[in-house]
Every structure is written in C-alpha cells, then in structure tokens.
C-alpha cells in the first residue's frame, strides 16, 4: 500500500522534461523497486488543469474531468511504498486549489517537490514559449507575468521557486518540502537527476537508463525573431487555443524551427535586474522557510554570458532561416503525407504567379491548406468509416425490426381460433417469416 507520494510540481523550463522521460522509461524499473510512476503523461496534464481549475477544460471531452480522481485512485491502489508524479504546469495552483488537491491524499506523506534553474535563463524560455502561441511583443518589451497573474503559466507564478514552494507546501512541514535546482556550470545531465533522485528517495535504485531522448523544442535566438514576426505576418487567422498549438507550436516551432539554429538568447540590463531581485527574494525566502535544497541555491542566480538579442538579429539572417524552415516545411509536408495534385481539376488552367505581399499571403495559406491535407484527409477518412458503421448499424437494426414485425403478424395468425384463420394469408405469413429471417 502506498505510503508517501512525491508531487513534482514544477517549475516550466527547469528540466522537467528530461526527468519526465527518465521516469517514463524506467518506469517498470522503479515499479520494481517499489516506486510507482504515476500516469500516462496526458493524464497528468488533464490533472494539473483539474487541480488549477483552467477554464479549458470545457473545451475538453468530460472524461478529462475526471483525470486528478483517477490518478489519485491509482496513487491509493499501488501496492508498493512510494509513487511519483510529475507534471511542471501543476506549479500555477493556488492555495486554495492546493489544499483541495491535497485533501485528495489525506492519509499519505505528501512530499512537494519543486524544479528550479538560472533565472535569468528562465525569462527568455517564457518569452520564446509565448510566441509559441501567437505573441507578437518583442522580447525587448515583454516582462513575463507577475505572480498575481493566476492563469499564467509561463511567468513568476510558475518560474519563481519560492513563490511555488510556498503555495504547496503551505500546509506541510519543511523537511516535506524540496527545491532541486539545475546545476548552472556542469553539462553532465544526470546530475539533475541525482539531485531529484535524492529528493524522492529513488538514490539507491540502481539499473536505470539515463540515456533518454532528449527532445530540444527550444528556439535560438533567429529562429525565435522569425517565429515572431510569422505571428504577426498571420494577421490573427490562427485564433484558436487548439489551433495554435497545432500548428504554431507543434508544426512550425517544434517540427521546424526549432532544428535550424541554437544561438542563445539574451538579456536586456533590465530584464537582468529582474532576474537578479527575483534570485535574490527566492534564496532568502526558501532559505528562511527552512525547506530542504539538493543542490545549490545559487544556481538560481542569473549568469549573464555576452549573447546577443532579438533586435540585433539581420535581415540576411531571417532571411536564411526563413529559406531554411520553407524547405524543411515541403518536406513535413511531404513526409506527412500531402499531396498536392489533389487539388488539380482536369481541364483547369494554371494560375499566373501571383505578386506583392498579398498574393505571397496567398501562397502561405495554400502551402498551410495544403500541409493540413494530411489531418483533414485523416479526420475525413475517421468520420467516414465510422458513418459506415452507423449506417450498418441502422441497416440492422431496421432488418431486425421487420423481423419482429413479420413474426408478430405470424404469431397473431397463429393465435386465432382454428375457424376464423386464413389458410392462405397464414402460409404467406409463414412464408415471408422464413424469407426474412433465414
């Protein structure tokens, strides 16, 4: 029966994916040794919308109500000592949020833990973030969010370690409450996962794969300008939530840009000041709050290399990058599965090369209709089988429906008296009964 649960809470960009992974491919691993991997990941993300009580979730099929029940239903039916979870955007969750999600586990040993890294490096990955979902505001005139922000998710409601420890663990004694910084000189990544591994007991577990994946969905510093100005250049025809991840984050940030350039991005004199006031509260408050540390609460101050910003990015080299993505573009497209001869009519002749910035518009929105074509057509081909399906069902049902009909009549004939039934009229009753059903 399990004994203590290990929340990770976050915060975003603080290794929380790297560790994910390793917690997902040793997961029969840890099962072994005792320690539950609480999921799969899509739960846990329904989960953290449940707990923070995110007006999304109305978009979402009723079945993700009920995601933090479940996962909490599985915490509770686990036969060994310890389980996991771990999913960063739970850091948003207000007090009262936290204390009824807790309220869930009453009768456990909750353990908090929360990720944190350079603070400096953190306002940058919340601003590239943002653009993954429309924003046009360059990085030189964007401050993340403040704390009092609750629906933010990238912003110091979720960066700040302090603030996110405070609210979690508002109701837990300190030495229940852990904050694991990433290490800001070494590259080696398992010490990331040696400090997190300290802080959920998992030490000793030996025989785990720490080679994982890792997925880089970062964006360098071209890359990210570019993004940009494309939110602009789209003029707010991509609007829905859905939408823009689908094809702002997913196809053109993840699939594409983010495997063109990694030049870093940097940090304006202010922004570096805000990061440093903000180091500065999270190691006094966390220090004062007496909670227990695996690593070093200086890896939370912002290291400042020379790295250049958004505004200093060229012309030639948007340029570049936009040629870049435009071809790695044709080959998702292709690779995805679209066909462009499909939306040729025979008999119907070539358009002429279209000119000026509207007509380029043009061309981007049949290249985007066109790399679509791969879902569309998927979604079409879903819709019609399962079509098919209803109308066979209908077509049963209805055959199934003269059935009884023809055997009720039969019945009917059957049951008069011998001297008032057609002799005729119950052989084609007889008849059409055998017809129908052999």
């Known amino acids: 029966m399990t004994e203590v649960v290990y929340l990770h809470v976050g915060g975003p960009k603080s290794g929380t994916t790297f560790l994910q992974q390793v917690l997902e491919t040793n997961s029969a691993r840890l099962a072994e040794a005792g320690t539950l991997v609480v999921g799969p990941r899509l739960e846990a993300i329904h989960a953290s919308m449940v707990v923070r009580e995110d007006p999304r979730l109305d978009r979402l099929p009723e079945l993700a109500r009920g995601s933090w029940d479940r996962l909490v239903a599985q915490i509770r039916a686990w036969r060994g000592p310890a389980a996991v979870l771990s999913y960063e955007l739970f850091a948003g969750a207000s007090i009262e949020q936290v204390r009824v999600a807790l309220g869930a586990l009453e009768g456990l040993q909750v353990h908090v833990l929360v990720t944190a890294r350079d603070l400096g490096k953190s306002i940058p990955s919340a601003w590239q973030e943002q653009l993954k979902f429309g924003l046009i505001r360059p990085l030189e005139r964007w401050q993340p969010p403040a704390e009092s922000a609750p629906e933010s998710e990238w912003g ?43 802080a959920c007991g998992l030490s000793e577990t030996s025989g785990l794969d720490l080679a994982v994946t890792r997925v880089n969905e970062s964006l360098g510093l071209v890359e990210a300008e570019l993004l940009r100005r494309v939110n602009k250049a789209l003029d707010g025809r991509v609007q829905a939530g859905r939408q823009r991840s689908l094809w702002i984050r997913d196809v053109l940030a993840h699939q594409v840009l983010a495997g063109i350039g990694h030049e870093p991005i940097g940090l304006t004199p202010e922004h570096l000041e805000l990061a440093r006031e903000q180091a500065e509260e999270a190691i006094t408050a966390i220090r004062a709050a007496g909670y227990l540390v695996h690593g070093d609460l200086e890896d939370l101050r912002p290291q400042a290399p020379p790295a250049r910003l958004p505004k200093d990015v060229t012309e030639e080299e948007l340029l570049e990058a936009a ?116």
Do not use: Y
Request: no cysteine; proline share 6%.
């Open 323 to 438: 040629v870049l993505a435009l071809a790695d573009l044709l080959v998702w497209a292709r690779d995805a599965g679209s066909d462009p001869r499909g939306a040729k009519e025979p008999g119907v002749r070539p358009v002429a090369r279209p000119r000026g910035l509207a007509a380029a518009r043009g061309m981007v929105g049949a290249t985007l209709r066109r790399a679509a074509a791969p879902v569309r057509d998927r979604r079409v081909a879903e819709l019609e089988a399962r079509i098919a399906e209803l109308e066979g069902q209908v077509h049963a049902s209805r055959a199934l429906h003269l059935r009884v009909a023809t055997l009720t009549d039969l019945v009917e004939e059957l049951l008069l008296p011998a001297d008032l039934r057609d002799g005729e009229l119950t052989m084609s009753a007889v008849r059409e009964f055998r017809q129908r059903s052999l």
């Open 156 to 198: 110091w409601r979720t960066m700040q370690p302090a603030n996110v420890a405070a609210r979690w663990g508002v109701d837990l004694p300190a030495d229940q409450v852990h904050v694991i910084t990433v290490p800001s000189h070494s590259r080696d990544s398992s010490e990331l996962w040696r400090r997190f591994a300290q």
